[in-house]
């Protein structure tokens, strides 16, 4: 079996001559020219790049790293009203069984028990999903299933901003298998 080379850039950083870091051995797939990378100089190379890209701050900033803000809607009837969340996170009104989440610029508010059995969801900082307290079944902050024994995305509800305000109206629920548009439509830009 041949061992695949890799078109290189330069030689590794400290090294006076032009070969270094590459294979140049006598194998016939490379012929010493100093073009070439081995597999190990390839993937440290790349681990090398991936750390300077996270120091500098170019990776996507990860909603895992908000905690759960506890919060209570005020308002008559069905409608709650809540303060438009101003930055990525997960807000909890346990009393009214609502999640909000604020994430990637996107609003969404989300009934507080999972699809598949209506258990309660909780929300996991650490790995940035939510998750099930029954089955374990996980989903992203924009209620999209990822695994478990759930079958669709967590329900959504209705939600508009109104005078500066979130208004969820958790009568209106919007399933991902019987209403994909409405579950779509159900999660509003905000900048």
């Known amino acids: 079996m041949r061992e695949m080379r890799l078109p290189s850039l330069s030689p590794l950083a400290g090294s006076d001559s032009p070969d270094a870091g590459f294979d140049t051995g006598s194998d016939g797939v490379c012929d010493g020219c100093g073009s070439c990378v081995g597999r190990r100089d390839f993937v440290v190379r790349g681990l090398g790049a991936l750390v300077a890209a996270a120091v500098m701050g ?39 069984e609502i999640i909000i989440v604020r994430y990637q610029g996107l609003l969404a508010a989300f009934a507080l028990s999972c699809p598949h059995q209506r258990s309660m969801l909780r929300w996991k900082p650490k790995d940035g999903f939510f998750q099930c307290t029954k089955h374990h079944s996980e989903y992203k902050p924009t209620g999209e299933y990822i695994k478990g024994r759930a079958t669709r995305n967590m329900d959504r509800l209705a939600i508009e901003v109104e005078a500066g305000e979130l208004v969820v109206d958790p009568g209106t629920v919007y399933k991902s298998d019987e209403d994909p548009r409405g579950w779509a439509a159900a999660a509003i830009p905000v900048s």
């Open 58 to 96: 170019t990776l996507p900033r990860a909603i895992a790293a908000q905690p759960i803000r506890w919060i209570r809607g005020t308002g008559s009837g069905s409608a709650r009203r809540y303060p438009v969340p101003q930055e990525d996170g997960v807000h909890v009104d346990k009393g009214a």
